[in-house]
């Protein structure tokens, strides 16, 4: 598998992804997108020096998945992930966690933790993140919503 920083090129890809209904479900916003507010979208993302946007690809070069970190907080990020329902249950997710904070980790050195927030319908994230070495969850207040946070601390 490969983790690479996204590029203008994979604004479909990405679209797509984004209005699937799986990652919609598990997304705190779970309207669909439309095209043109997608492309300004991504046009922001990738000239936000606080925003790191990776695409993950599997052996074969297919794209799989996406992993977003948001540096909004001094010393944290908050993460956002969401694979291709046709990838479910080969162990790409824990994959791009682990791979993705590798190189999170390196590009971004002041940062020390990477924040996930969970919705508590969603328990095959809860065990992805905790496969991928996050904290056991705990209940908090996101966006005024109750959910689970985990939390990878950098070990180095």
Same mark, same amino acid.
């Given at each position: 598998?490969?983790?690479?920083?996204?590029?203008?090129?994979?604004?479909?890809?990405?679209?797509?992804?984004?209005?699937?209904?799986?990652?919609?479900?598990?997304?705190?916003?779970?309207?669909?997108?439309?095209?043109?507010?997608?492309?300004?979208?991504l046009v922001?993302?990738?000239?936000?020096?606080?925003?790191?946007?990776?695409?993950? *690809?599997?052996?074969?070069?297919?794209?799989?998945?996406?992993?977003?970190?948001?540096?909004?907080? *001094?010393?944290?990020? *908050?993460?956002?992930?969401?694979?291709?329902?046709?990838?479910?249950?080969?162990?790409?997710?824990?994959?791009?966690?682990?791979?993705?904070?590798?190189?999170?980790?390196?590009?971004?050195?002041?940062?020390?933790?990477?924040?996930?927030?969970?919705?508590?319908?969603?328990p095959v994230?809860?065990?992805?993140?905790s496969k991928?070495?996050?904290?056991?969850?705990?209940?908090?207040?996101?966006?005024?919503?109750?959910?689970? *946070?985990?939390?990878?601390?950098?070990?180095?």
């Open positions: 598998m490969k983790i690479r920083r996204a590029i203008k090129e994979d604004s479909e890809f990405l679209f797509n992804l984004r209005n699937k209904p799986e990652v919609r479900l598990a997304s705190w916003n779970s309207r669909l997108v439309e095209f043109p507010v997608h492309q300004k979208w922001a993302t990738l000239s936000n020096p606080r925003r790191a946007l990776y695409v993950a *690809e599997n052996e074969s070069g297919l794209q799989i998945g996406q992993v977003r970190y948001d540096t909004e907080r *001094e010393g944290a990020a *908050e993460i956002g992930v969401s694979v291709m329902s046709e990838h479910f249950g080969k162990g790409y997710g824990t994959k791009i966690l682990v791979e993705s904070a590798k190189i999170f980790f390196a590009e971004f050195p002041r940062i020390n933790k990477i924040v996930a927030h969970i919705k508590f319908d969603n994230s809860v065990r992805v993140f991928a070495g996050y904290s056991a969850p705990i209940i908090v207040k996101y966006e005024g919503h109750d959910c689970q *946070e985990m939390i990878l601390t950098r070990l180095d």
